[in-house]
């Protein structure tokens, strides 16, 4: 592929792809929210009465094929277009599908399910959640760690962010604006940081989001943005997902910025998407969360992302929410290999732009060469090699202790022997 024609695809990809907005298309009309809780205030709850129309994006989706069959495979950028504009034409057909079952199968294979078991690792993204949960429950259940106050008015902690994000990115690069309709209490895109207007803010969601939505989601779309010869790596591609918040959730966990709720909203949200798949309605989900601490409106929320797209009756689910514990895990075992194969160059890289961890060392020639670039934001916990270097090392050993054969009792006995 000559260097002109892929400038072109690559000029082009941006244009199509940003037609194909998921997260609007299956964004539940206002009102929803005060009438369920009202409903469910007078001892009557119903299930929401959503009717969101699927999007036609034929055209796009035509348009996308035509593009990636176009791309050189052989050459790694034109396999990474290839594979950015078949994901956006994938995502097209679940829009397409919204309200039906077709819709669960397209977002399964774009984000993965909870009971999608790993072979070589034994394991699902469900087994994890489910650790996580009863892990922490005997820590919440013994009273011995304080419950987090959120007592942060959201105009507040929006003009925090302004600060820490100028400090990063320089003055004005970032905007951080209050959005009255987010379902999320926070969502980054390229150059802008929206948060929940009516949301209550923690100290800890502090260096939480900041990691997460400002270091991560910001810094790599504009990474990728900055790219002389491929800047369809700023594309928040559906294949991307699992890798960006398993990033983000990885950067929240290496800078201590996790604490023990969020900790378990996030593993509550993959058994939530599970049970719906299963069968449970929005009601008894929405009781799921109840019953494990969240308040009405953070349950109804957190509820609600699950059946985004899907009958509220059950049996389906967006199933994005269950990235987070696996890419977070896949992340995490991705910079041990590197470290392991002495391929640190790695680390720095999965900044550079929008990627998969597939990306990462598939592109890897071309950062070597200099046809790719270096990312200039990089989150300060991964742009310090020689510290990340000593935890990933220190991780990729520990993992092998066997806790299942280890009492507290047993430290007794070892010094008495």
């Known amino acids: 592929m000559s260097e002109t024609r892929l400038a072109e695809l690559d000029a082009a990809l941006p244009g199509l792809a940003r037609r194909i907005r998921v997260l609007d298309a299956i964004a539940w009309p206002d009102g929803i929210e005060e009438r369920f809780l009202a409903d469910w205030h007078a001892g009557r709850p119903k299930l929401p009465d959503v009717s969101l129309k699927p999007r036609d994006h034929g055209t796009e989706i035509e348009a996308l094929e035509t593009l990636a069959n176009q791309c050189d495979s052989g050459h ?15 995502a097209g057909h679940m829009l397409g599908a919204i309200g039906t079952p077709a819709f669960t199968d397209y977002s399964a294979r774009l984000y993965q399910r909870p009971d999608h078991y790993y072979e070589r690792q034994k394991m699902t993204p469900l087994d994890a959640a489910r650790f996580f949960l009863e892990t922490t429950d ?12 959120a007592d942060i008015p959201a105009e507040d902690f929006a003009a925090w962010m302004r600060t ?4 990063f990115f320089g003055p004005g690069q970032v905007r951080v604006v209050l959005d009255p309709d987010l379902a999320s209490k926070a969502i980054a895109g390229a150059t802008r940081i929206r948060l929940r207007a009516s949301a209550r803010f923690s100290e800890l969601d502090k260096a939480q989001l900041l990691q997460h939505e400002a270091f991560v989601h910001v810094g790599t779309a504009l990474n990728g943005r900055a790219q002389p010869r491929l800047t369809s790596l700023a594309l928040g591609a559906p294949r991307t997902t699992l890798t960006q918040e398993g990033i983000a959730m990885l950067a929240e966990l290496l800078t201590g910025s996790i604490d023990i709720q969020r900790l378990r909203r996030i593993a509550l949200r993959v058994v939530a998407v599970q049970q719906a798949l299963d069968g449970a309605d929005f009601i008894e989900v929405f009781k799921g969360f109840l019953e494990a601490g969240q308040s009405e409106e953070e349950s109804f929320r957190s509820t609600q992302r699950v059946f985004r797209g899907t009958d509220v009756r059950g049996g389906g689910a967006f199933t994005k929410d269950a990235c987070y514990v696996i890419g977070m895990l896949g992340v995490h075992t991705l910079l041990r290999v590197a470290v392991r194969d002495n391929r640190p160059e ?7 732009g929008r990627l998969t961890a597939g990306d990462v060392v598939r592109l890897a020639p071309l950062f070597e060469s200099g046809w790719l670039v270096q990312p200039r934001f990089v989150p300060p916990w991964a742009a310090d090699l020689r510290r990340l270097a000593a935890t990933l090392a220190f991780s990729a050993f520990v993992g092998r202790i066997k806790l299942d054969v280890v ?10 022997e």
């Open 407 to 416: 009492s507290l009792e047993r430290f007794v006995e070892l010094e008495e």
């Open 138 to 149: 005997a820590l919440l259940d013994s009273r011995q760690i304080p419950a987090t106050e």
């Open 76 to 90: 790694p950028a034109g396999a990474f277009l290839a594979a950015t504009a078949r994901s956006y034409a994938f």
């Open 164 to 167: 820490e994000v100028d400090r």
């Open 346 to 352: 790695l680390l720095r890289q999965l900044f550079a």
